[in-house]
């Protein structure tokens, strides 16, 4: 075994962690726009693999506590675009009886800060990225110990 069989080891690890994240965002119905699906790489470094995605991924893993104030317009502009990317209008209605989605934006908006993310998740988030990435090291656990160990025997052959 040389360090390319490591590498490719954590290529193929890395390659399995991301199609486990995203299908655990699709499992749990936590995928709306699909920017956090696309958004999602991994680089190896050393014997590491660093996996990357969209900032909020945090919010969906591990939910998010209810905060004090009110949320940002920029906040808002995010729950009505996830709003449009699944089809949803709201219920708040304007004064003239019409639904209003930046009303209904702004009352998602508001209830996450009072309650936190995801109601269906008891506020806890969905956990998708532990259960991905735990079943990955269980899973490659026999591999990674194999490969580096012959790397190890390989450059104690070379002090000998």
């Keep these: 075994m040389e360090k390319d069989l490591v590498r490719r080891l954590l290529e193929r690890m890395g390659s399995e962690a991301l199609q486990r994240l995203r299908t655990n965002i699709n499992k749990d119905n936590t995928r709306a726009s699909g ?73 998602i908006a508001e209830s996450i800060y009072e309650k936190g993310t995801i109601k269906r998740f008891a506020y806890k988030g969905s956990n998708f990225i532990d259960r991905a990435v735990n079943n990955i090291e269980n899973e490659f656990d026999e591999d990674i110990l194999a490969a580096f160990s012959s790397e190890i025997d390989k450059e104690l052959e070379k002090i000998k």
């Design 35 to 107: 920017a956090l699906h696309d958004s999602m790489y991994y680089k190896i470094v050393k014997t590491r693999i660093d996996i990357y995605m969209a900032n909020y991924a945090k919010a969906i893993d591990e939910g998010t506590n209810p905060r004090a104030g009110k949320p940002s317009s920029y906040f808002v502009g995010k729950i009505k675009k996830w709003m449009q990317s699944k089809g949803l209008t709201g219920k708040v209605r304007n004064k003239s009886g019409k639904v209003d989605i930046n009303k209904s934006a702004r009352a």
